[in-house]
Every structure is written in structure tokens, then in C-alpha cells.
């Protein structure tokens, strides 16, 4: 299966949202809730920020949401900071014990 | 909450082999599922495998089949990779994560979602 696509980048400035979208197919992301963003800043490894669609871990502000409509998941940043500046990357399971990552969107906060 | 340190990384030759290790502390090891996902440089993320808390289920992506196999010593508190038949395409850097705890159920984590890292180590494929 192919990966899932994202943008390759998005940005916007201090104290506004983007949002990320992460589209796939009705085999992964349109058939399973088990979606989730991890941000990978340079040179480190990835942090899971939302699992399960739209649930925070303990210590992800609140920021961060997540949401999904048919095929496609998103990740909305609300009030950007400039340490929220990094690369994010959407999973989705795909069925037969596959996991399947985006390409990676760099978020730049101008 | 737990840390996860990778080693074995280096460089081989197409046909080659390596085992890399992840070394876990901080938290039950005999606990959690672990997996193995993988990143070429500058790209995205791509999955590699998965072993159960007591190592008596296995699953590996189609592209390292028949060719790596994950493993795990519970007494050591260690994860394993054993990568045979190493191609290009295996250079990478390989990351070891910790499946998210979910308290209270039958099996205490989710297979889905990672929320414990290592910070990776590189294997570099080349003749």
C-alpha cells in the first residue's frame, strides 16, 4: 500500500491555526479510527501528539486537536507558537497489522 | 515514563547483516508491545515491526519479510532487530517505540500508536 499523503509543507504566523491534512483510502483511513499525528522536531525523534482520531496524550496542549471526515484525517494547530515549528507526520492502521505513515508536512511559523 | 536507546547501527555492504538493539528503562519492559519504524533521511516514516509483550506474536512489513525478524529478551529488558540481506533501500535511520499504555485493559497497550521513542540508530546500506 502506498503511504498517505500530506502536504509538504504548510505555515502561518504566531497565534494563528493551520491544519494538516493527511488523506489516504477507504482501506486505512477511511476504514479504522486508530489515526494519530507525531511532530518530529530536527534531529529528534517523533512525539506522539494526537492518537485515536482526536485524544491528546498527558502533557500535549490542548493546541492540538485532531478530526476526520471519510477518507481524509487533519491536525489543527491553534495559536502557533515558534516552537510548534517541525515536521508532523499521520498514521493510520491499514488493516492485516500494517501501519502506514504520511510523507511528512514542515510546518514553518513565519 | 521510560527511555529507549537504540545501537547496532553502521555500515554494511548489500548482502549483509546487523543486529540492532534497543535497550528499554524506566519502565516494564514485559509489559508493552515494541516496534520498529524506520526513516530515510529527509523522509517519511515507514513501519517495520512489531513483537508482543511476551514475544509470542510477530508482524513484519512486506518490504523486510523473509529478511528481518524482531525478537526480544525480556530478562534483559531489550528489543531486537536481526536485518539479513541488507539492500540500498534499507539505509536508513531505525527507531524503537513503545506501544501507549491503556491502563486497565486485558492487553495494556495499543498496538496503533507509539508514545515512547528512542532517538534512533543509522544503518547505512553501501558498497
Not at chain 2, 509489559?31 to 529527509?42: A, D, F, I, K, L
Request: include cysteine; glycine fraction near 12%; charged fraction near 15%.
Amino acid at each position: 500500500q502506498s503511504a498517505l499523503t500530506q502536504p509538504a509543507s504548510v505555515s502561518g504566523s504566531p497565534g494563528q491555526s493551520i491544519t494538516i491534512s493527511c488523506t489516504g483510502t477507504s482501506s486505512d483511513v477511511g476504514n479504522y479510527n486508530h489515526i494519530s499525528w507525531y511532530q518530529q522536531l530536527p534531529g529528534q525523534a517523533p512525539k506522539l501528539m494526537i492518537y485515536e482520531i482526536n485524544k491528546r496524550p498527558s502533557g500535549v496542549a490542548n493546541r492540538f486537536s485532531g478530526s476526520k471526515s471519510g477518507n481524509t484525517a487533519s491536525l489543527t494547530v491553534s495559536g502557533l507558537q515558534a516552537e510548534d515549528e517541525a515536521d508532523y507526520f499521520c498514521c493510520s492502521y491499514a488493516g492485516d497489522s500494517l501501519l502506514l505513515f504520511g510523507g511528512g508536512t514542515k510546518l514553518t511559523v513565519l | 515514563q521510560g527511555q529507549l536507546v537504540e545501537s547496532g547501527g553502521g555500515v554494511v555492504r548489500p548482502g549483509g547483516s546487523l543486529r540492532l538493539s534497543c535497550a528499554a528503562s524506566g519502565f516494564s519492559f514485559n509489559n508493552y508491545g515494541m516496534h520498529w519504524v524506520r526513516q530515510v533521511p529527509g523522509k517519511g516514516l515507514e513501519w517495520v515491526a512489531f513483537i508482543r509483550y511476551d514475544g509470542t506474536n510477530t508482524y513484519h512489513a512486506d518490504s523486510v519479510k523473509g529478511r528481518f525478524t524482531i525478537s526480544r529478551d525480556n530478562s534483559k529488558d531489550t528489543l531486537y532487530l536481526q536485518m539479513n540481506s541488507l539492500r540500498a533501500e534499507d539505509t536508513a535511520v531505525y527507531y524503537c517505540g513503545r506501544c501507549l499504555g491503556v491502563p486497565g485493559a486485558i492487553i495494556p497497550y495499543s498496538y496503533y500508536y507509539m508514545d515512547v521513542w528512542g532517538k534512533g540508530t543509522t544503518v547505512t546500506v553501501s558498497s
